[in-house]
């Protein structure tokens, strides 16, 4: 195919000028040779050596294609209209495992979906469909549809604020979606820290993987953390994202791996008022974990966590939370109660900040 050769500075001048008049190539590329530019000429453009082309040489060149604009160009031809038109619109890329939700119609061309999304987007590793949340820890029912070069992991890194974390949908909660809730989280144990005048004991019973840790940690807002979770999947995890965590951190930290249930945490005599801050990340079942958990809280402390429950009902979990605060003994120096995001039509998952001292 022939090429004009042009200077990269004034590429857009002469795509204008052959779009005006009909000489440009639709869907071939723009080839780049060195500081020049080869870009794609139509049969009916002028021969090489016409005035118009003012001097600027016409190469012969191979035509660069471009390809498809979207995965879904990728399949396989006999699939069938019916079934194109119920495509998914949207999919999760979660560092290099690419998580689609497909209706049942699709089961059928459910490999081709996959196959059609690996050769369309490279950084993604293996595609998987998702089945939901299911099970104790709520973690994600997935089925490996396709992967690159044979790969069946799930594990992956992610990156969250400059900081990388390995997770495993598969096996273990994480949801890129609440990173600014973790944003906000570390603010106010900047705060707390800086009311405090020193690093925090902060405590993290539900920990996961460990994203509400990496901005308090790596900020220097942390000397002591004490993270665990009940899902024994989580815990390798949670132990190698600490171990990175600590040696990004600004100041020295210690650290204490505690797995089993955050409601026991209580029967262990160093973790009894020794938190200047405990995270409750069970929107599910916050609530009932607050009694068990107020025993961990040093003099003055926080307590960050999220609760799904009804809309409008953010009066009732103020009253709820103060009760079981000040049943323990403890006075409520603040209490904020958000609604944050929708979890269904009727539920919404609540922000709760409460802080809370011994002293009269």
């Known amino acids: 195919m022939r090429h004009l050769s042009v200077p990269k500075s004034i590429t857009e001048v002469w795509l204008s000028s052959l779009r005006s008049h009909g000489w440009l190539v639709d869907g071939a590329g723009i080839t780049a040779e060195g500081e020049m530019r080869l870009l794609p000429l139509t049969e009916s453009a002028p021969p090489e050596g016409d ?4 001097g600027h040489a016409v190469l012969e060149r191979e035509a660069l294609t471009r390809g498809p604009s979207h995965w879904a160009e990728r399949l396989p031809s006999d699939v069938p209209a019916d079934l194109m ?24 061309v459910a490999v081709d979906i996959a196959t ?37 992991s799930t594990q992956t890194s992610v990156r969250e604020f400059g900081l990388t974390y390995r997770v495993d949908p598969a096996k273990v909660y994480y949801s890129a979606r609440l990173g600014n809730e ?11 820290a800086s009311a405090l005048g020193r690093p925090l004991v902060v405590f993290d019973p539900y920990a ?19 993270a665990g979770d009940l899902n024994p999947d989580a815990m390798p995890l949670l132990q190698q994202n600490l171990e990175h965590l600590v040696d990004r951190a600004r100041s020295s930290v210690e650290v204490t791996l505690h797995g089993g249930d955050g409601r ?35 003099d003055d402390a926080v307590m960050l966590g999220w609760s799904i429950a009804d809309r409008d009902t953010e009066a009732d979990l103020n009253a709820q939370v103060r009760d079981v605060l000040e049943a323990a003994g403890r006075r409520v ?3 904020h109660v958000e609604a944050v ?11 709760l900040v409460v802080r809370s001292t011994t002293g009269s």
């Not at 005035?51 to 003012?54: F, G, L, N, S």
């Not at 050769?119 to 997935?142: Q, S």
């Not at 996961?208 to 004490?226: I, R």
Request: glycine share 8%.
């Open 51 to 54: 005035d118009v082309w003012q």
């Open 85 to 108: 038109d119920a495509l998914p619109s949207s999919y999760e890329i979660m560092g290099d495992v690419l998580l689609v939700k497909l209706e049942t119609p699709l089961k059928s």
């Open 116 to 152: 059609a999304m690996l050769a369309h987007l490279p950084n993604v590793r293996v595609v998987c469909e998702d089945h939901g949340v299911h099970g104790t820890f709520r973690v994600r029912h997935l089925e490996v549809l396709a992967g690159r070069d044979g790969a069946t």
């Open 182 to 192: 973790r944003r906000r989280s570390a603010a106010v144990l900047a705060e707390h």
């Open 208 to 226: 996961g993987v460990g994203p509400n840790l990496g901005l308090p940690v790596t900020e220097g807002h942390a000397a002591w953390v004490v």
């Open 264 to 298: 026991a945490w209580r029967e262990h005599a160093p973790f009894l008022g020794a938190a200047d801050a405990v995270f409750v990340n069970l929107p599910h079942d916050a609530a009932s974990h607050l009694a068990d958990l107020v025993p961990l809280l040093a």
């Open 333 to 335: 120096v603040s209490l």
């Open 341 to 351: 995001k929708g979890y269904s039509t009727t539920l919404v998952m609540h922000r």
